[in-house]
């Protein structure tokens, strides 16, 4: 279940990530809190090599729906072109995700007009859990986008969204609508909203730390030495 959340305070602490932190930092974080695989699978990539992406989820679940027509379904949400998708992206809000799973590799979750219109919307980026297409422009695109590569076949007469803003599961992890989502060049990681608070203030502590260190192992301090004395690494 989605809590309640500030959009002020989003806003503060999602710049303030973007600026200072990194996924791996907030990974540390997250194995310390006994949370070990909050990381999304590796073969997610940005699309723009230096993207960096914070929202809260917008989660989108699609199916394989290979139908020689739309009328060969008894459900009216796969028999029509993308199912619900249309809807679930223009329900996007500001400083949200729309991250999608649950189709198979046969086809492109996201391209360039879903881009121009989450943009629109004020949306924080995209993760889907598959190819994307329309790679020139969604690269020239200054919303991120995070995908396995590029692929240009479409998902209208393939997949369909069957719902949106429900609990998803991409790899080993499980990810409620509202739970942050933190991407860069090191991959996408899953911030649950119960230990949201926690993670990002230990983050900015640890990273803190880790320039401490950067530091005096620059000035020639051993590892060994490094460790025993800052307890980080």
């Known amino acids: 279940m989605q809590r ?3 959009p002020a305070r ?13 996924t791996n930092v907030v ?3 997250l194995d310390s809190l006994g949370l070990y695989d909050q990381f999304l ?6 699309v723009q090599h230096d993207a960096v992406l914070i929202g809260r989820a917008m989660t989108v679940l699609e199916i394989d729906a290979p139908f020689a027509s739309f009328e060969d379904a008894h459900n009216a949400t796969v ?13 996007l809000k500001e400083n949200e995700v729309y991250v999608c799973t649950g189709a198979s590799p046969r086809f492109a979750l ?4 879903m881009s121009t219109r989450a943009a629109v919307l004020g949306a924080a980026g995209a993760v889907v859990d598959g190819y994307s297409r329309d790679t020139r422009a969604v690269a020239n695109h200054p919303f991120p986008v995070f995908s396995h590569g590029s692929y240009g076949q479409d998902q209208g007469a393939r997949g369909k969204v069957v719902d949106y803003r429900v609990p998803i599961r991409m790899g080993n992890v499980w990810i409620n609508p509202g739970d942050i989502i933190f ?4 991959g996408v990681l899953v911030v649950p909203q119960q230990v949201e608070d926690e993670v990002f203030a230990k983050a900015m502590e640890k990273v803190s730390g880790e320039n ?16 025993k004395h800052y307890g980080i690494m």
């Open 79 to 91: 028999a029509q072109p993308f199912g619900m998708m249309f809807e679930a992206l223009d329900s």
């Open 4 to 6: 309640q959340h500030d």
């Open 183 to 186: 991407g860069d060049i090191d």
């Open 212 to 227: 401490v260190v950067r530091n005096a192992l620059a000035a020639g301090l051993s590892t060994v030495e490094a460790y």
């Open 41 to 46: 699978r590796p073969e997610l990539r940005p």
């Open 110 to 113: 996201w391209g360039e007009l």
């Open 27 to 29: 990974g540390d974080i």
């Open 10 to 22: 989003d806003k503060e602490r999602f710049a303030a990530a973007k600026q200072q932190l990194h």
